[in-house]
């Protein structure tokens, strides 16, 4: 039975994440954080365990509670992510910053009630703590791959068509 969980599990995480992502506009007032969240959910598709052991390391994030926001709570893995740098950047608990984005607020709004202002020196920090925090370096090559992925998927799909 526990192997049969275990199996749905994986099986379910393969085919929420295996699927391809969307662009999202986050809406954080800064194109290059939208943009590079929009990074972190690819880089969080191609790699789940690698996104939540680097949340785990560069947070202290239990494993379990960004399952729950993920899987049960259908919040985007960037959206996680930038919680845990606003609550990183703030001094608010992790918690409280997800309670205010399930109150329907902006992300631009929640910085500004936590402090950070647009061109503050908290807001440089926000900024730099969120484009550091998962390696860019990485997340591309993540991207690279799976478009390698998709280039030879796409390539064995046209020689079947030929052979036909």
């Known amino acids: 039975m526990k192997n ?3 199996m749905f ?7 929420s994440f295996g699927q391809e992502i969307a662009s999202i506009n986050f809406n954080t007032g800064d194109k290059e954080i939208d943009t590079h969240l929009n990074d ?6 191609a790699n789940y365990d690698l996104f939540k052991n680097d949340l785990n390391i560069k947070f202290g994030a239990a494993m379990d509670e960004v399952d729950k926001y993920i899987y049960r709570e ?3 893995p960037a959206e996680v992510y930038y919680g845990y740098c606003l609550s990183s950047s703030s001094g608010k608990s992790f918690s409280s910053v997800m309670k205010m984005r399930s109150d329907k607020k902006g992300w631009g ?4 009630d936590l402090g950070i202002k647009p061109g503050s020196e908290k807001f440089h920090a926000l900024k730099s703590t969120t484009l550091k925090k998962i390696n860019k370096e990485k997340m591309d090559k993540m991207k690279k791959d799976k478009s390698n992925q998709k280039n030879k998927s796409d390539n064995k799909k046209e ?4 052979d036909k």
């Not at 599990?9 to 085919?15: A, E, Q, T």
């Not at 972190?40 to 598709?45: G, H, R, S, T």
């Not at 709004?109 to 500004?112: D, F, L, S």
């Open 74 to 76: 259908k919040v985007p």
């Open 9 to 15: 599990l994986l099986i379910n995480s393969y085919v």
């Open 109 to 112: 709004a929640i910085a500004k």
């Open 4 to 6: 049969l969980i275990i």
């Open 40 to 45: 972190v959910n690819v880089y969080a598709a």
């Open 159 to 162: 020689n079947q068509k030929k």
